[in-house]
């Protein structure tokens, strides 16, 4: 059983080590992709659309847990961001 991936208001965190930051995920991916070859013949995707997406595995970078990640509520960034903005110089 496979675990979500976080919306834009959540976050994975590790229930074992606490961390919130680094994880190593395993998903598999089916989409659709708009591929520019040049002349030369070598490709670039230029536009994706991600058809199905599923998370298989997601693994804590450090203490090594499957079993022990979690989504969790993320704390209001905007809040943070706006105080951090504001600058003594009057410079952005």
Same mark, same amino acid.
Request: charged share 30%; proline share 2%.
């Given at each position: 059983?496979?675990?979500?991936?976080?919306?834009?208001?959540? #976050?994975?965190?590790? /229930?074992?080590?606490?961390?919130?930051?680094?994880?190593?995920?395993?998903?598999?991916?089916?989409?659709?992709?708009?591929?520019?070859?040049?002349?030369?013949?070598?490709?670039?995707?230029?536009?994706?659309s991600v058809l199905t997406?599923?998370?298989e595995r997601v693994r804590?970078?450090?203490?090594?847990? /499957?079993?022990?990640?979690?989504?969790?509520? #993320?704390?209001?960034?905007?809040?943070?961001?706006?105080?951090?903005?504001?600058?003594?110089?009057?410079?952005?």
């Amino acid at each position: 059983m496979g675990i979500a991936m976080p919306g834009d208001d959540e #976050r994975w965190r590790c /229930t074992g080590c606490g961390n919130l930051t680094r994880f190593d995920v395993t998903r598999t991916v089916r989409s659709e992709d708009f591929v520019h070859q040049d002349l030369a013949g070598r490709g670039l995707v230029e536009e994706r659309s991600v058809l199905t997406e599923t998370v298989e595995r997601v693994r804590c970078r450090w203490c090594g847990a /499957t079993d022990s990640v979690e989504v969790v509520a #993320r704390p209001d960034a905007e809040s943070v961001s706006d105080s951090s903005a504001e600058s003594t110089t009057g410079r952005a």
